[in-house]
């Protein structure tokens, strides 16, 4: 029952937050459109309540076909960063240093597939390789923020993440939430994180990648 009400009262926030940054989303958008050219909105499927794809929002801040990029640059990772990443647009580490890249979450929250806080949504190439521990993480709605972005952010690995998300799974209530919403908000304007190069999901991929045909 606690859990039903919090979710609600999640989307409500959604809604009012949505209303009240309207001017911010149209400046941003303009600003994008005008820096970086079409494109606004980074879409992409991710992973939700238990591992449910679901779309999810962002503005965007790297060059289009990223992914690819990365593999063309020889990132081991395709999904991580590279310090001085040559993808990350101009605006872009604006945006990404101040988490405003983040707001068009809220539409996902509005319509019930994320929550204000919980683990991060991950793609589903990483999901696929996720391990009966690590989808413990996917019990519960993803976040525009969480328990392991108040605790390093990029600054620690997945396996690092997984412990925290799994911490707050087991600990969940809305007084967690609260706490972590509030230290989100003291901590929005940060300077530029350090680049971490994730193994875990590198290693991954190649053992995915030559795993002999069933």
Not at 8 to 25: E, Q
Not at 73 to 92: K, M
Not at 170 to 194: K, M, N, V, Y
Request: with cysteine; net charge positive.
């Amino acid at each position: 029952m606690t859990r039903t009400v919090w979710d609600v009262a999640n989307r409500v926030v959604a809604a009012l937050a949505l209303i009240l940054l309207s001017p911010a989303f149209l400046v941003i958008a303009a600003w994008i459109r005008i820096a970086d050219g079409k494109g606004v909105l980074f879409v992409q499927d991710r992973a939700g309540r238990d591992g449910v794809p679901f779309r999810m929002y962002k503005f965007r801040s790297m060059v289009h076909d990223s992914v690819k990029m990365a593999e063309e640059i020889g990132l081991g990772d395709p999904f991580g960063l590279l310090e001085n990443d040559p993808r990350i647009t101009r605006c872009g580490r604006f945006l990404r240093r101040t988490s405003l890249d983040e707001l068009p979450q809220l539409l996902n929250v509005l319509t019930g597939k994320m929550n204000l806080v919980g683990p991060r949504p991950d793609v589903l190439p990483q999901v696929a390789n996720y391990t009966a521990e690590d989808r413990r993480r996917l019990e519960v709605r993803p976040g525009i923020t969480g328990w392991a972005q108040v605790n390093g952010r990029e600054d620690i690995d997945w396996a690092q993440r997984f412990v925290l998300d799994r911490w707050y799974v087991d600990h969940w209530s809305p007084a967690l939430d609260l706490r972590i919403l509030w230290r989100t908000a003291t901590s929005l304007q940060r300077g530029e994180p350090p680049v971490h190069v994730d193994e875990l999901n590198i290693q991954r991929r190649q053992a995915h990648d030559v795993r002999p045909a069933a």
